[in-house]
């Protein structure tokens, strides 16, 4: 049985275009792959750096609250009013990017706490008018804390004061 040239070369071409179209398909898929993990990354920054406006904000509030308390002086609080907002609405906006994940949003719980307890202990003007008033309202909380166990944090509830 021989196989005439023309048959030969239709066999020949029609294989070559099976194997082009197999590399096409994988280079497909791959890119697809590719693209997925380029989102996946690309979200995955966008969390961190949402987390570090976070973090950022709380310090702006911790230095102002730290350099008021200390000095007295309001210019200290300059930082602090605008950072206070912009941490509720990082928060938000974290939560929405982390809900796709239920171990992160469970750890999210735990990040709001804690961000709450390093601004709330005592915070001008909420709970205080004068620096000698604040530190004397975070003595209570940080001593309510201290009886209540190791690492515990105790926001001052005027409620504190009656007791």
Do not use: W
């Not at 976070?54 to 950072?83: C, F, W």
């Not at 929405?96 to 239920?102: G, R, S, V």
């Not at 171990?103 to 709970?127: C, M, T, W, Y």
């Amino acid at each position: 049985m021989k196989i005439s040239y023309r048959k030969r070369i239709a066999i020949s071409f029609a294989i070559a275009v099976l194997v082009m179209l197999s590399v096409g398909v994988s280079i497909y898929k791959s890119f697809r792959v590719m693209s997925t993990e380029k989102d996946r990354v690309d979200h995955t920054y966008a969390v961190i750096s949402k987390l570090e406006e976070v973090l950022s904000n709380v310090k702006d509030v911790q230095s102002s609250q730290r350099g008021y308390v200390i000095t007295g002086m309001e210019e200290y609080l300059v930082p602090y009013h605008p950072a206070l907002p912009k941490i509720g609405d990082a928060l938000v906006a974290f939560s929405n990017l982390i809900a796709d994940n239920p171990a992160q949003v469970k750890r999210f719980d735990e990040l709001g706490e804690r961000v709450k307890s390093r601004i709330d202990v005592a915070a001008f003007p909420e709970h205080a008018d004068a620096a000698d008033e604040l530190i004397q309202k975070a003595d209570q909380c940080l001593y309510k804390a201290k009886q209540s166990g190791r690492n515990q944090v105790v926001v001052y509830d005027p409620k504190m004061a009656k007791a």
